[in-house]
Structure formats: structure tokens, C-alpha cells
């Protein structure tokens, strides 16, 4: 039963970390609609993508938005 126990918790404490850098797909919102941005961005990357925003080649910076939020 404590090994069950242990490797239950061993788990739980394994999702709860991998949860901190959860990865996801980013877009802004251009003059012409929605615009995804390629790849993915995980952790801290994503916030500072929020954070930062998205400058187009005229120098334009747009909110940028990451996950389902």
C-alpha cells in the first residue's frame, strides 16, 4: 500500500512540475484579422510573448495572446 501510495505521489508531484511550463500556441490580432504566430511557446516565453507583444516590420507592436485565455 505504501508503494502505491508513494508512486501515486511521485506522479501527482511530477504533473504539478511539468504543468510550469506548459506550451502554447500564440497569435495577435493584425489589421487583417488574426494572425498565429509559428511554433509554440512554453513557460516563460509565453508570458514574455504577452508581455512584450509582437513588432511587425513597419514597427508596429500588436497584444499578443497565448493559450485558450
Known sequence: MKTKLFFAATL???????NKDECYECHYDGPNGEVELPGEYCGQE?????????TDTDGQVYDVHCGEH
Open 46 to 54: 509565453a508570458e514574455d510573448m504577452e508581455n512584450m507583444g509582437f
Open 12 to 18: 501527482l508531484i511530477a504533473s504539478v512540475a511539468c
